[in-house]
């Protein structure tokens, strides 16, 4: 029974999306980076490792961007940065290019962090911030009637005891039930 619960357990915890919601953790403009590199035809190994250099580079400056927002975008936001940096990376390959593929790099690059500094000052000024403190009213309890004695009587010692050293027996039975299930 309990090797079943903590499977249907992992199971659960296994199919939870994980949740990215920065423009350089996202998956598909990394793809969009990694299928440029690939595509791109008449280049030296050497240039290659340098616009690897350059996007990890890009990477740092779009993660830089994203705390200036304490990191924080919502995935409307996360998708309209990303398609909009998608669509201006294309335009911005077949158009003509200046010469130098690491400088033709850098800009879109640049402008890719344009585009998520954009979109993340309209997301903060539509998301007002909640406040760091919350006012509480603090509740006291009332005094005890006079006469009352607050300190535990010889009954209450033995019952708190006995349902101690029932729970303890419990905890341990139950440890020793999955470590057998999971060992077996």
Not at 60 to 71: A, E, H, I, M, W
Not at 130 to 142: A, F
Request: proline share 4%; hydrophobic share 40%; aromatic share 8%.
């Amino acid at each position: 029974m309990a090797f079943a619960f903590l499977f249907v357990w992992l199971l659960i915890l296994g199919s939870c999306p994980r949740v990215s919601c920065c423009l350089q953790c996202d998956q598909v403009v990394r793809y969009v980076h990694e299928d440029f590199l690939s595509s791109v035809k008449g280049i030296t190994v050497r240039d290659q490792i340098e616009l690897k250099q350059i996007i990890e580079h890009a990477y740092v400056n779009f993660r830089d961007t994203s705390r200036l927002s304490r990191g924080v975008i919502d995935p409307t936001t996360l998708y309209r940065a990303r398609t909009e940096y998608q669509s201006e990376f294309k335009r911005h390959w077949k158009e003509d290019r200046t010469g130098s593929i690491q400088w033709d790099m850098i800009n879109i690059l640049e402008k890719g962090k344009r585009i998520l500094q954009k979109h993340l000052e309209i997301f903060v000024a539509q998301v007002k911030p909640l406040p760091s403190t919350t006012p509480r009213l603090i509740v006291t309890l009332p005094s005890l009637p006079s006469g009352y004695d607050s300190a535990p009587n010889s009954l209450q010692r033995s019952s708190f005891i006995i349902i101690l050293v029932l729970l303890t027996v419990l905890s341990i039975t139950g440890s020793l039930v999955l470590i057998v299930n999971l060992s077996g």
